[in-house]
């Protein structure tokens, strides 16, 4: 087997807020190209966890590399698309068309002085075209459905040409048919264009048969790369108490 | 009115104000960020009472004054986590109360603080134009060199910032420059009103749906519009230019919520 290098990598990582230990030694590796999913119940530390790996919260202790360089001496920071949970951050009356909510992806990386130059703007329309919005990009974000808008986030993201991609429950508010064609896209980005995918996530049962990696979380990490052996993983999770959801949802699978 | 030197400073001043009270307004009022340049105008008075108790340049010391409580204001909202329309209504009303003390132990409550109340266009000399147009200039360049990056902080500020975007950084320098506008504005538009001409022209472009760049050109638009009206309106009537302009924005404010009613 060929050796890939690792993208995220978090040694011993423990979070303690108000004397409350979120995250307990957490160590996971995920691998160039891996299509992991991140699951566990609300409170179980995944926000927690996914804010560390883009540097937005510091761990209370252990250490986290990207890329290869500890987290403190990235710079790179583009290379990480982030998708947020759009339910908590859309603000339907912000004035954006899809067009200019695509660019912001270009914002922290751009040559141009005063304007996004010809490299910028090729890579929104690419992105654009990817997500199948190129021919919204004159509407308003808050015009747009649910599963419209989350495609317009993913292409933000894939504007600043990124190798890994988070996403953060990425299936909020958004309908049953959507998030079907919604799983084969991430997958066609997985495959396609190589992208590194996490995608975190409460709900066991949106979790597609072909990830290659799944973590559990509540409060300690486990990881299991075999994804046939899912099912099993999600029995080991009962034994830290993760949560009944998944047990519920078992059967599903 | 233009036989009058002192009319073509405060149409030149009120221009320049206009302009970069629609645009530093625009990101201001996208973060919910409005009652910061409310405040910031309080603590700009505090700066003109300072000046008139030591008898030094109201416009020096309102700009250090203003530039300073831009910084603490955001340095408490980015450290300490406090509500930031918390600290914005404690550093409004606590500014009032310092600038009252001070302008009651100076023993001057008279005419020249009326004007930096509510402004006045026999105040503007040329001097202060080139000022404006130096300090205008300069806030330009930081806007056009920053919009893309402080566009997406007003979106989403938690996603720019894991995109790499200096946030921290980028949000001091918009309330400094915010803070500098409302120190440069005080004469002419007056501290009591500064702030209404940065939120009301954002607030009434918004009525009209449009992508983030027609918002601002209409914000722009609206403010020059009113300022220049309100300064016409000022000279005929004799009444204070702030309010005369504040008035012309407030009728804009209306038409647009009457024209996109839905």
Redesign the interface.
Known sequence: MRLKPALFKTTDLTYVLNKHTILDSVSMTILQGEYCALIGPNGGGKTTLIKML???LKPTSGTIELFGVDIDRF????L?G?V?QQAA?L?R?????VK??V????????KG??A?DDTDLRAVDDAMQRMMVFDLQ?R?I?ELSGGQRQRVLIARALA?EPKALILDEPNTGVDQPSQAAFYDLLRELNVQMGLTILFVTHDVSVIADDITKLFTINRYLTSCSDPKAKISCSDISTLYGTSTHLLNNHHRH | MFEYQFMINAFLAGSIIAILAAISGSFVVLKRYSLLAESLAHSALVGVAIALLTDSSPLVVALIVTVLSAWVIEYLRSFYHIYSDAILAIFLSGSLALAIIIVSLSGSFNSSLFSYLFGSILSIDMTQVWILSGAGVISLALFALFYRELYFIAFDEEVAKSSGIKVVWLNFLLVTITAVIIALSIRIVGTLLIGALMVIPVVSALRFKQSFFKTVLLALLFALGSTLAGLSISYYLSLPSGAAIVACTLIVFIISLVVNRR
């Open positions: 883009l540097s937005l710079t790179n920071f583009h990480i982030f947020p951050t603000d009356a912000f004035p954006a068309t200019e909510v660019q912001m992806g270009r914002a922290a990386i751009s002085l005063f996004f004159d308003l808050g600043a």
